[in-house]
C-alpha cells in the first residue's frame, strides 16, 4: 500500500525503548497499520499476524508474491506453542537454547494463524527476537508480528531504519528507529515438521550448535540443504534474493589474479561503471580504479557488516561489486548463502 505521506519515523532507545512510542507503535499494528522495526537480525515490516487483512498489506508492501510465507514473531516459547498443534522434543531444545534470538522453528501451524501468512502452507515459521525494541512492540501489542524483512522483494534486507526508509518509503506507516542490527544478516531457518530437522535457511546459528542443542544425532538431511539450495518447504523461493542493484561477481583469493585481470579489461570497455570489490585478504594485488572494502576475517563480524556495505555501495552507485569468497567453512555458511543468492542473477 501507498499511503500519501512519508512514514514517521522514531528514535528509539534500543536497549530501554520509551513506552510511550512502542505503544503508539502498537496501535498502528492494532489497528491493522505497518511499522517497520528494529529485530537483531534485520529490520521487519511488521502487522499484526492474527489479522489477515493486515498480512495482506505486508506483501502488497514488499511486492512480494503471496508464495512466501512470513514469519510470526512472539515474546516466548509459551506464546508460540498457541499457534501450533505439535511442540516436539526438538523445538523445546532449540528453543530452550536460542531464544529469544536468530532462529526461525517451522512447526504444524494451528487454525488461528491465517492461510495468507504462511502462504497457504499448513506449517508457521515462529520465532523469539532478542531484540528490546521487538520484545516491547510484540508485549505492547499482545499478539504475534508477522514480520519479513523489511525491503521490497528480493532486495537488500535493511540492517538500519535508514535503509528501510530509502526501500520502503511511503509503502509503511511508521519505522521504530533503534540503531544498526547486531547479527545482520536473517535468522537460521530450521523445518521441524519432518522427521529430521533440516535448515532451510542458514544463519549465524550454524549446524554445529543445533545438532549440539538436538543431543548429537538428528540433523542428517541439513548436510545437503545448508549449502543454499532450494529449501523443501519454501515453496519456488527465487535464488536471487538479497540482492543490491549492483552486479555481484564472486571470486576466490587463488584466483584474484585472474579477476584483476578480468575486472581492468571491464574497466577499460566500462568506462562509466564504478567497480569495487570487498576483500578479506588485503593483500591481493587489484587493479587500480577499483574502490576496495576489507572485510572483517571472523564471520560473525563479517555478517554485520554485509548488508550495510552492500547499501553503501548501492547508494554510491557502484555497477559491480566483486566479492571474495570467505573460507568454505560450516561457520560461513550464512554468508555464503547471502553472497550466492546476491550473485545470482
Ligand atoms: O531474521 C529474520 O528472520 C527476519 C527478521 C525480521 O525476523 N525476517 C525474515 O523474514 O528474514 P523473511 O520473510 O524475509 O524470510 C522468511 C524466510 C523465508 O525464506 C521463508 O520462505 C521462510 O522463512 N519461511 C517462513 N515461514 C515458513 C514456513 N511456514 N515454511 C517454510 N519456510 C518458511
Ligand atoms: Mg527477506
Redesign the pocket.
Known amino acids: 500500500m501507498q499511503t500519501d505521506r512519508p512514514p514517521l519515523v522514531l528514535s528509539v532507545d534500543a536497549q530501554h525503548p520509551d513506552a510511550s512510542i512502542i505503544a503508539r507503535a502498537a496501535a498502528i499494528l492494532d489497528q491493522g497499520g505497518l511499522v517497520a522495526f528494529p ?1 537483531e ?4 515490516l511488521g502487522a499484526h499476524a492474527l489479522n489477515a487483512n493486515a498480512v495482506a498489506r505486508i506483501f502488497e508492501a514488499k511486492g512480494r508474491p503471496a508464495w ?4 510470526a ?1 512472539v515474546a516466548s516459547a509459551a506464546h508460540a506453542r498457541e499457534l501450533v498443534t505439535d511442540w516436539p522434543a526438538a523445538a523445546e531444545k532449540l528453543s530452550n537454547e536460542f531464544w529469544p534470538g ?1 532462529l ?1 522453528l ?1 512447526l504444524p ?1 494451528r487454525w488461528n494463524v491465517p492461510g495468507i501468512a ?2 497457504g ?1 499448513q ?3 515462529i ?1 523469539v ?1 532478542s531484540h528490546p525494541v521487538a520484545l516491547a512492540l510484540i508485549n505492547a501489542l499482545n499478539g504475534p508480528i508477522a ?4 525491503n521490497r522483494f528480493t532486495e537488500l ?1 535493511p540492517t538500519t531504519a535508514a535503509h528501510v526508509a530509502a526501500g520502503l518509503g511511503n509503502r509503511v506507516e511508521m519505522i521504530l528507529d533503534g540503531g544498526s542490527c547486531s ?1 545482520g ?3 537460521t ?1 530450521v ?1 521441524l515438521t519432518g522427521v529430521t530437522p533440516t535448515i ?2 542458514p ?1 549465524t546459528i550454524g549446524r554445529d550448535a543445533l545438532i549440539a542443542a538436538l543431543g548429537g544425532d538428528v540433523m542428517e538431511a541439513a548436510r545437503e540443504t545448508e549449502t543454499g539450495n532450494t ?1 523443501r ?2 515453496p519456488g ?1 527465487t535464488e536471487r534474493h538479497y540482492a543490491p542493484r549492483a552486479e555481484v561477481w564472486l571470486f576466490d583469493a587463488v584466483d584474484a589474479g585472474s579477476f584483476a585481470n578480468a575486472a581492468a579489461d571491464f574497466g577499460s570497455r566500462n568506462l562509466h561503471t564504478k567497480v569495487a570489490t570487498l576483500v578479506l585478504d588485503w593483500s591481493l594485488a587489484l587493479p587500480p580504479n577499483v574502490r576496495a572494502v576489507r572485510m572483517p576475517t571472523d564471520p560473525l563480524a563479517y555478517a554485520r557488516t554485509l548488508y550495510a556495505t552492500l547499501h553503501e555501495l548501492d547508494a554510491a552507485d557502484f555497477g559491480v561489486i566483486a566479492i571474495e569468497r570467505p573460507p568454505r567453512t560450516s561457520a560461513w555458511a550464512g554468508v555464503h548463502d547471502r553472497l550466492n543468492r546476491a550473485a545470482h542473477s
Open positions: 529485530t537480525t534485520v529490520y521487519g512466501n510465507p512470513v514469519i514473531h536468530p526461525t517451522v501451524k504462511t502462504a502452507l506449517a508457521v515459521g520465532r527476537p514480520a519479513p524483512s523489511a534486507s547479527v544478516i536473517e535468522s531457518v523445518d532451510l535457511r544463519g529449501p518447504l519454501s523461493r
